[in-house]
T-cell receptor
């Protein structure tokens, strides 16, 4: 069974731009969560989607948004990028309580 | 109340030794406690997990000990190997579908 896939793996953007990251969950998993990982803050929860509905949201500004499609694939968008948004963005899919992570997208904001 | 406090921040162990990483939580609604292992450049990988109705769970060289009254749990890596060198994260999950992660422990096992 294929694992969680994320595209692109690496991105370089400049301040003020926007970015869209994509995540394909493990087949059969309907829950997708997004996290931001930085050296200083660790793994911070962004939001979780189940059957196209956002069920929970972390403490991030409105510039961070996401959505989930009917095939469970998910995207997250960050608008008006700031230098502090440079991070590894991780997607995870869940079946029940077990959560499995993708390799992440490394976003660098210049 | 949502925090999971993890210690130590870093750990150096000799090959063959026991690595112990501790976590403490505040939210009594947590009902699932996983541990993740992360290598550089990779996403975290689920290692082992426990529920609060069990005091210990063992899978190979990895053991979780859980103390519900103290709201603490720990990961023990027996016979630590250089290949175990990675960052380890504990987490708690409540019914709100939101995992709260510890800050991570960087383990280095010396050959």
């Amino acid at each position: 069974k294929a694992g969680v896939t994320q595209t692109p793996r690496y991105l370089i953007k400049t301040r003020g731009q926007q970015v869209t990251l994509s995540c394909s969950p493990i087949s059969g998993h309907r829950s997708v969560s997004w996290y931001q990982q930085t050296p200083g803050q660790g793994l911070q929860f962004l939001f979780e989607y189940f059957s196209e509905t956002q069920r929970n949201k972390g403490n991030f500004p409105g510039r961070f948004s996401g959505r989930q499609f009917s095939n469970s694939r998910s995207e997250m968008n960050v608008s008006t990028l700031e230098l502090g948004d440079s991070a590894l963005y991780l997607c995870a899919s869940s079946l029940g309580d077990e959560q499995f992570f993708g390799p992440g997208t490394r976003l660098t904001v210049l | 109340q949502q925090q999971v406090k993890q210690s130590p921040q870093s750990l150096i162990v000799q090959k063959g030794g026991i690595s112990i990483i501790n976590c403490a939580y505040e939210n009594t609604a947590f009902d699932y406690f996983p541990w993740y292992q992360q290598f550089p450049g990779k996403g975290p990988a689920l290692l082992i997990a426990i529920r609060p109705d069990v005091s210990e769970k063992k899978e190979g060289r990895f053991t979780i000990s859980f103390n519900k009254s103290a709201k603490q749990f720990s990961l023990h890596i027996m016979d630590s190997q250089p290949g175990d060198s990675a960052t380890y994260f504990c987490a708690g999950l409540s019914g709100t579908y939101k995992y709260i992660f510890g800050t991570g422990t960087r383990l280095k096992v010396l050959a």
